[in-house]
């Protein structure tokens, strides 16, 4: 006698792909809520780590964990008096002072200090030979709690920490940015593929002292 076969009937393919994609979508809207999102590069402030257009993925969930580190290329909301736009605007920088450091410029060797320490920049943007300076002029400042100094590789070409401090009168809560307004950390160049790359944090900040 040959046994009759009682499996359920299957679902067709055509009837689970609608729920699959439904799925996919969803877990697509989730990474991009909370854990990675692309960002493209749309002015030259971090020249020549970063290009216009270039497109990098930032992670948004590492701060979750942890306070940015010196050094890391972050993702930001900008104040409005940085950005002039009520809407929002996204801002791409280096964290340079992390709260309770004291930066200062310069030394003799025209490098930034901080907490007592100089800083190597070979990152700082440089064309036909001709490096811009870490500063176009002195400062001596103190990052406030909770609060990020963040400058662009470019620098003479960068609305960062530095210019709205010279702009506000030296008012250093409007030069900083919060830390709570941080988006993520920048870690990767992805596109154009010529320009892959790790984001990694230059070997200059290595061994700077506590605030």
């Not at 340079?96 to 901080?114: A, F, T």
């Amino acid at each position: 006698m040959i046994d009759e076969q009682t499996d359920k009937p299957r679902s067709s393919f055509w009837k689970e792909l609608p729920i699959l994609l439904g799925v996919a979508i969803l877990v697509a809207v989730l990474v991009r809520a909370f854990v990675l999102q692309t960002f493209f590069i749309p002015s030259p402030s971090m020249e020549n780590t970063l290009k216009i257009d270039d497109r990098v993925l930032v992670n948004k969930l590492v701060y979750d964990f942890r306070s940015p580190h010196r050094g890391e290329v972050i993702v930001f909301k900008a104040p409005i008096e940085w950005s002039g736009n009520p809407d929002g605007e996204d801002f791409i920088k280096r964290v340079i002072g992390i709260p309770g450091d004291h930066v200062v410029c310069c030394d003799p060797q025209e490098r930034l200090v901080i907490n007592g320490k100089s800083l190597d920049e070979p990152y700082i943007f440089s064309k036909d030979g001709i490096r811009d300076k870490p500063a176009d002029q002195e400062f001596d400042i103190t990052v406030p709690e909770g609060r990020l100094w963040v400058m662009g590789d470019h620098r003479s070409a960068s609305g960062d920490s530095l210019e709205h401090w010279q702009q506000s009168g030296q008012n250093i809560t409007e030069a900083t940015i919060p830390e709570k307004d941080v988006v993520g950390r920048a870690f990767t160049v992805f596109w154009p593929v010529n320009r892959a790359t790790w984001l990694t944090v230059p070997d200059g900040f290595d061994g700077i002292p506590k605030p």
